[in-house]
């Protein structure tokens, strides 16, 4: 099996396996989902779709945002953490939105403040529908440990799986990876015993090895 078949059939049992439906954060709009991924950054998707809903009751859109005084929005935001520069990023992500739509491209997501390529990613797949790879620890730990790649860097990551799977594949197979990630092959403890990639897997062996041990 060459590399893009092996690609091919890990993206056809994870589309199978997983929900067709799959949203972990709960904005729909797009300034709000777009602020909800930024706040997202070190912390996890439950925390963010707690607190967003505080925020967008005090400031329910970009205009209001724009307006907020800095420490208001920082005490709102706290338990995401990293809420001084969140609070910093979302407040100039605002006033930059006020007259205009939260843009649709990747080159003009990521000149936002607080935008880099993955925040950029969640917003082209998620609220665009358009081909997007969403390189987190989850998705890279998965696409490692299946052999999918051979990096950390998550630049790399993306590149290496876009050149794998069709543009019409990325951002469901974005989903169900990370998803997988999250409830199968967990960081500390994947569960290789019944995990359905036992064929396919090269990280298995070691890691039931390493199990024995324990
Ligand atoms: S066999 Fe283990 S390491 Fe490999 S994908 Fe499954 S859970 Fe992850």
Excluded at 121 to 131: E, H, Q, R, T
Excluded at 135 to 154: E, I, M
């Amino acid at each position: 099996m060459n590399a893009e078949q092996r690609a091919a059939e890990v993206a056809k049992r994870l589309d199978e396996l997983m929900p067709q439906t799959i949203q972990f954060l709960e904005q729909r709009v797009p300034f709000r989902f777009l602020v909800s991924v930024i706040l997202s950054a070190q912390t996890t998707d439950r925390i963010v779709n707690v607190v967003v809903k505080e925020l967008f009751k005090a400031y329910p859109d970009a205009a209001s945002l724009a307006q907020a005084n800095e420490e208001d929005v920082q005490e709102i935001i706290y338990a995401t953490g990293y809420y001084r520069n969140k609070a910093k990023n979302i407040i100039a992500c605002a006033q930059q939105l006020v007259d205009r739509e939260v843009p649709d491209s990747m080159e003009e997501l990521v000149k936002l403040p607080g935008v880099g390529r993955k925040t950029a990613s969640c917003v082209l797949g998620d609220i665009y529908g358009k081909p997007a790879i969403i390189v987190d620890t989850h998705f890279s730990r998965v696409v490692n440990r299946l052999g999918l790649v051979k990096t950390k860097d998550p630049a790399k990551v993306e590149k290496a799986i876009a050149s794998l799977l069709d543009a019409s594949e990325h951002y469901r197979f974005s989903m169900t990876a990370n998803l997988f990630g999250r409830s199968v092959c967990h960081a500390k403890k994947p569960e290789c015993e019944a995990c359905p990639f036992s064929d396919l897997c090269p990280s298995r062996d070691a890691f039931l090895k390493r199990r024995a041990k324990a």
